[in-house]
C-alpha cells in the first residue's frame, strides 16, 4: 500500500511541515485543523464558537479536498483548551455531523498550539 500526501486548495496553509491529509489505500487520515483562515491571512481569533465553526469548516474542505466527504468520516479526535467548552463544541459538531456520527474521543488538551482553543484531526474513507 502506498500514501499519498494531499494538499487541500480549499483549505487552511499548514501551519508546518505536514500534510493536509494522507491518503492510505481506502483511508484519509486528516491533519489537526485549527482556526487558521484558507485564505491565507492566519489564525482567526474569537469566540470560542467562532474558532470552533471555523476549524470543522478547515475539516470539511480538507476531508472534501481530499476526495471524501463528512458523511464518510469514521472518527474524530477533538481537542479543547478547556473541556468545559464540551457542551458548547457539541452543539456546533451537530451541524457539521448532524446523523450517523463517526466515533469520536474529545479531551482538555494542556496547551494547543499558538494558543488556540480547539483542534479537531479525522479518519475518513475513501471511494
Do not use: W
Not at 500500500?1 to 511541515?17: D, H, L, R, S, T
Not at 487520515?29 to 478547515?58: C, H, I, K, M
Not at 488556540?116 to 479518519?123: H, P
Amino acid at each position: 500500500m502506498e500514501k499519498q500526501c494531499v494538499f487541500a486548495p480549499n483549505g487552511p496553509p499548514a501551519q508546518g511541515p505536514y500534510s493536509h491529509a494522507v491518503a492510505a489505500g481506502n483511508l484519509l487520515f486528516v491533519s489537526g485543523q485549527g482556526p487558521v483562515a484558507p485564505d491565507g491571512s492566519g489564525l482567526q481569533r474569537g469566540t470560542f464558537e467562532d474558532e470552533a465553526r471555523l476549524t470543522l469548516s478547515n475539516l470539511k474542505a480538507v476531508v472534501e479536498d481530499g476526495g471524501s466527504g463528512l458523511a464518510q468520516v469514521v472518527k474524530v479526535n477533538v481537542y479543547l483548551a478547556d473541556i468545559e467548552k464540551f457542551g458548547d463544541f457539541n452543539e456546533i459538531y451537530k451541524e457539521f455531523f448532524p446523523s450517523d456520527c463517526p466515533a469520536r474521543t474529545c479531551i482538555q488538551a494542556g496547551r494547543l498550539p499558538f494558543d488556540i482553543q480547539v483542534e479537531v484531526e479525522a479518519i475518513a474513507l475513501l471511494p
